[in-house]
């Protein structure tokens, strides 16, 4: 029986390959680096290559984790975490060091994801079964 955290972790893993297929149909979606004319996923969210690739091992990454409890927790903390830095380089360096665009609306998308998932995961209390 899965757990509602293994539940929540395939359905991000699921949104972030959403995200990642979007990103890579969008125009300019498939742009190497930090490319001036790369895409905006939505209007608003610029992407290229690498944001892609980084949003599709996410999505793989849930999806796996969710087969487990310990897995889903440990990549909802992990991935937090992770999100965490990516918010303070988006503040530091916009352009990711001229690899991937992390400034702009990205930072408060980051912000955002980064504290749903920590308080997902650091919360997460092991027995409590999804019932459907």
Do not use: E
């Amino acid at each position: 029986m899965s757990t509602t955290l293994q539940k929540l972790a395939g359905v991000f893993g699921v949104i972030f390959i959403v995200v990642a297929v979007l990103g890579f149909i969008t125009p300019g979606g498939m742009a190497m680096a930090m490319d001036p004319n790369g895409g905006l996923l939505l209007g608003m969210f610029p992407v290229n290559l690498l944001h892609n690739i980084v949003h599709l091992l996410f999505g793989i990454w849930g999806l796996a984790a969710s087969r487990s409890w310990s897995g889903s927790k440990s990549f909802f903390t992990i991935v937090g975490f992770i999100y965490v830095v990516l918010t303070c380089v988006g503040f530091l360096s916009p352009s990711g060091f001229g690899l991937v665009p992390l400034g702009g609306s990205d930072i408060w998308l980051h912000a955002v994801l980064a504290i749903a998932m920590l308080g997902i995961g650091l919360t997460a209390k092991q027995g409590v079964s999804a019932t459907v």
